[in-house]
């Protein structure tokens, strides 16, 4: 069966799913400065920091429209699945559905499923990547559909910023009691819960602290690693991303590892030298 899999530009593409032909990105949009900046294959992300540090106002997203989805399911694919960031952080994923509703409503009822994914970033592009897995073994839609609900559930999401700034004034650490001290130099470790909100791990002094124990609560989770694929984005921090990498790998071996520069929406809220983990 032809597929078609539609990910929101938080999660990033690698150069061989561009390649494919099976997947598009639904891209959001950024206002800072005074600048509107399409998160799509224009993204500039050395001058995208550089808006940031030179702007006084937190930069603002918008998710894509549901006519914006509505027109990527109107297509030959057979079977379409959309993959949106967390639901509890940005309405990307009620508008798929949205889309979804006003396909049918236009062109009659077509095998179209929107995943939330509970996380973010590299953790969307694994989910695009599960997908095209079971499509290429020859799974229904409802296994498909089945067999990466399952591995949503089990998949854990990581992150060490240098700042929570953005994070905090775009209303997406809600709930979260403590406060960071920027001025001592405190790093927390994220993660998220699992019906897709933001939690706190651990406090640590430093970048270099945070990423061991970062690294630490990844191996503490981790189950059957020699099945999964390690995911690491980074926002203009290769050298860190390779870091995490090799730390990891003395502690687990994995079936592969992708390592990708954050997209538009990923570097606003990771910000300069921020690294998200998925596994």
């Known amino acids: ?17 561009k390649k494919s032909g099976n997947f598009e990105t639904a891209s959001l949009q950024i206002d800072v400065g005074g600048h509107h900046i399409v998160d799509d294959e224009t993204f500039d992300q050395a001058d995208f920091l550089k808006k940031i540090r030179e702007s006084e106002e937190c930069p ?3 998710c894509p429209s549901p006519e914006r989805y509505m ?3 109107h297509c030959e694919a057979e079977h379409i699945y959309a993959v949106t960031l967390s639901a509890e952080l940005s309405g990307s994923y009620n508008s798929a559905v949205l889309g979804k509703n006003l396909y049918e409503e236009e062109y009659g009822e077509k095998d179209i499923y929107v995943f939330n994914s509970r996380s973010a970033s590299v953790g969307e592009t694994l989910i695009g990547l599960k997908i095209a897995e079971c499509e290429k073994k020859g799974l229904s839609f409802k296994e498909v559909i089945d067999t990466v609900e399952a591995y949503i ?4 999401t ?4 240098e ?4 994070l905090k004034k775009n209303g997406r650490l809600k709930g979260l009691k403590a406060v960071v001290a920027t001025a001592l130099n405190i790093k927390p470790v994220m993660g998220s819960t699992p019906d897709g909100n933001i939690q706190q791990l651990a406090n640590t002094r430093g970048m270099k602290k945070g990423l061991v124990r970062m690294v630490e609560q990844i191996v503490a989770d981790l189950k059957n690693p020699e099945e999964k694929i390690l995911a690491i984005s980074h926002c203009n921090c290769r050298e860190r991303a390779e870091t995490v ?12 590892i992708i390592i990708v520069d954050t997209a538009g929406i990923s570097s ?12």
């Open 153 to 156: 559930e089990e998949q854990h």
């Open 71 to 73: 027109e990527e399911y």
């Open 60 to 62: 603002k997203s918008s």
């Open 245 to 256: 990498k090799n730390m990891l790998l003395e502690k687990a071996g994995f079936k592969d």
């Open 1 to 17: 069966m032809s597929y078609k899999i539609i990910i929101d530009s938080c999660g990033e593409l690698t150069e061989e799913m």
């Open 163 to 166: 700042t929570l700034d953005i």
């Open 158 to 161: 990581y992150f060490l910023l």
């Open 268 to 279: 606003m809220y990771a910000a300069d030298g921020g690294v998200i983990v998925v596994v």
